[in-house]
């Protein structure tokens, strides 16, 4: 079993949806929670970043974290078709050594129709 | 600069010769990561660098690979003998400031070999 699983997608959506994305953990140990929006032959760029459980909203883009189910999501409201990506989530505990250690689901590849 | 640059952007060797691939981080970012995303993979993390400790090498897959950071700030990655199961992007990412736990992305050197 993987520490993190992500729908990998393909998503489609008409502009102005909702759209939820999720990522389940196995390992308690992880603390803080982030969702990565990555463009085709770009980088991850960070969106979103959470430590405890509950909502953490910026603009239409709201984190959600469950520590006890071990589930996370994200939430984008009036989706654009610039909301193209894959949205990454991904996850970090501080091991005994000092370093961090990140984990990074699959990624879910979404397209926001026109 | 102002964000995370990496070196070439796209690099088309054939099998079994050395690449270097090069990270500059974000300016005063103690810390450096390099991971290897394939396609469908998650980010699989290769080895990680925090100021003068001695780097986590747990994901180099294998001993063909390596890397430095020299006067802790630029990293170069080396895949020595590449193969062709080598091909994927190899990113880096740098954190520090203020908010030490989340990373900041380059947008990655896509490696093709032949």
């Known amino acids: 079993q993987k520490e993190v699983e992500q729908d990998p997608g393909p998503l489609s959506v008409p502009e102005g949806a909702i759209v939820s994305l999720n990522c389940t953990y196995s390992?308690?140990?992880?603390?803080?929670f982030m969702w990565y929006r990555q463009y085709s032959r770009k980088g991850p760029e960070l969106l979103m970043y959470?430590?405890?459980?509950g909502n953490k909203e910026d603009g239409r883009f709201t984190a959600q974290v469950d520590k006890s189910s071990k589930y996370i999501s994200l939430f984008i409201r009036d989706s654009q078709p610039s909301d193209s990506a894959t949205y990454l989530c991904?996850?970090?505990?501080?091991?005994?050594?000092?370093?961090?250690?990140?984990?990074f689901g699959t990624g879910t590849r979404l397209k926001v129709l026109a | 600069g102002a964000g995370v640059s990496q070196s070439p952007s796209n690099k088309v060797t054939e099998k079994g010769k050395d690449v270097e691939l090069r990270c500059d981080p974000i300016?005063?970012?103690?810390?450096l990561y390099w991971y290897r995303q394939s396609l469908g993979q998650g980010l699989e993390f290769l080895i990680y660098?925090?100021?003068?400790?001695?780097?986590?090498k747990s994901g180099l897959p294998s001993d063909r690979f390596s890397a430095e950071r020299t006067g802790g700030s630029v990293s170069t990655l080396t895949i020595q003998r590449t193969q062709q199961e080598d091909s994927a992007v190899y990113l880096c990412?740098?954190?520090?400031?203020?908010?030490?736990?989340?990373?900041?992305f380059g947008p990655g050197t896509r490696l093709t070999v032949l």
């Open positions: 990412a740098s954190t520090g400031g203020l908010s030490t736990d989340t990373q900041y």
């Open positions: 300016s005063g970012h103690t810390a």
């Open positions: 959470t430590y405890s459980s």
């Open positions: 660098f925090q100021g003068n400790s001695a780097p986590d």
């Open positions: 991904a996850m970090s505990a501080r091991a005994t050594s000092g370093t961090y250690k990140y984990i």
């Open positions: 390992n308690s140990a992880f603390q803080y």
